[in-house]
């Protein structure tokens, strides 16, 4: 593809950054230069001659400026093709627009929440600036179009070169606005789908559009590559975090952080959660954060270490004192006391994240070879009326609590999943096993002393009663579980054999 001399250009950009000092340098390298409306403002603020468009088309802006651009002169001269069009443009008096630098209204920033009256909305549904920009990069092989002011520099040092962009330029620019034309319209398809509440259905098509939010060191292991994307109209979750201090989030930290985050936000009492592997091994809720943080640290403190901590309230110097003291990797709080950032401060390596809690995204997505499963989020809540007790022996209101409790904590461990907890913590977590009889035995093990009394929490039903036997002389007081086996009525003769209590949820919270 050969270099085409750039003579005239059209600037009509809603970011104006950088762009006084673009124009500027066009002038001096006698280009002419076509504008509208605010543009043309501040080029002319800045002293740089320019023309207006309407003085190119004939014809004023109207319709309360909608309709600027849209004219036969703006479009002829960045479609045709400067060999076989150049008679038929001479005809009409179309002159050639070698250069078409646009971008777009901020159509993100007036719809982050759906407050703004639609009418108010549509005002930023740019539509001359796509047109043009779509037309530019239809012709790249005679225009040069450019949207981002990234690209300014390489624009210019092109010019300078050759008074003209070269074919790789051109091509790399109609890339990227084909790009930005279909990120503004799916933005503009996904304000209406919220509007209409339809992101809670499961269209027929969909478009997801990320950004880059950073090229991570690695994957999970040393020699897989790896990078972070992030939603693009999205401005909360784990990348979007404010970072106090701390080496650079892994792949790993950011998987574990998101558990953590989720875990934690199941609570309106003060908590803390601790994940590992992105389970958690450590969950309590207290009257005080400052206990909630250290019942979570021991219900498990050898599995604590190198974990990720999530507090749903600020965090004190007693706590970062007590996880200065260990080793972690990263920390996460709504808030954090100015003591508790300078303690902090003495572990330079420590991960400290600001995250306000927000409301979760009401779907996850799972990535498999060639698509993707799209899921509703499990954000059932069992309440106490929705226990179905099934055996001789009942349950008290402490035992529901604490049942509550661990049904709220169980949603979050990988399956097969089974809890032991007690006194709002958990003691004993058997997590990811491929049956479940092996998950009660690691969840008993763990716990120890600490099943006397306890509340066990499995996340699907008991297939056989080898699971209640297994708890046989334990402690264990009452559990929760889904029921629905076809042997349930052996399962709950095993519990009243043992004199434990059960609860049927009749709600399955499998997490693979």
Known sequence: MQITPVKRALISVSDKAGIADFAKQLHQLNIEIISTGGTSQALREAGIPHRQ?????????????????????????????????ATEASQHGIEWIDLVVVNFYPFADAVKSLEMPWEEVVEYIDIGGPTMVRAAAKNFAWVGVVTD???????????????GLTGSLKTRLAGKAFGLTSRYDAMINDYFL??????????????????????????????????????????????????????????????????????????????????????????????????????????????????????????????????????????????????????FAKKPNLRVLEMPQHAMDAWEFKYINGGFLRQEKDQHLVAANDLKFVTKVKCNNEDVDAMLFAWRVIKHIKSNGILIAKNNMTVGIGAGQVSRIDSVDIAVRKA???????????DAFFPFRDGIDRLANTGIRAIIQPGGSVRDDEVIAACDEYGIAMAFTGKRCFRH
């Open 53 to 85: 468009v309407d003085a190119l088309t004939g014809l004023p802006a109207m319709l309360d400026g909608r309709v600027k651009t849209l004219h036969p002169k703006v479009h002829g001269g960045i479609l045709g093709r400067r060999d076989d069009h």
């Open 149 to 163: 002011p990234a690209d300014y520099e390489s624009v210019m040092a092109d010019l300078r070169t050759h008074a």
């Open 194 to 343: 919220r509007k209409e509440n339809n992101l809670h259905e499961c269209p027929e098509e969909m478009t997801l559009r990320l950004t880059k939010s950073t090229e991570l060191r690695y994957g999970e292991n040393p020699h897989q590559k790896a990078c972070a994307y992030q939603l693009t109209h999205h401005r909360s979750g784990i990348l979007s975090a404010k970072q106090h201090q701390g080496k650079p989030l892994s792949y790993n930290n950011i998987l574990d952080s998101e558990a953590a985050y989720t875990c934690v936000n199941e609570f309106s009492a003060p908590s803390c959660v601790i994940v590992k592997h992105a389970n958690p091994c450590g969950v309590a809720s207290a009257a005080t954060i400052n206990d909630a943080y250290q019942r979570a640290y021991e219900a498990d403190a050898v599995s604590a270490f190198g974990g990720i901590v999530a507090l749903n309230r600020p965090c004190t110097l007693e706590i970062a004192t007590a996880i200065a003291n260990i080793f972690m990797e990263v920390v996460l709080a709504p808030a954090y006391t100015p003591e508790a950032l300078a303690e």
């Open 448 to 458: 120890g002393a600490h099943t006397q009394n306890a509340i066990l929490a499995s």
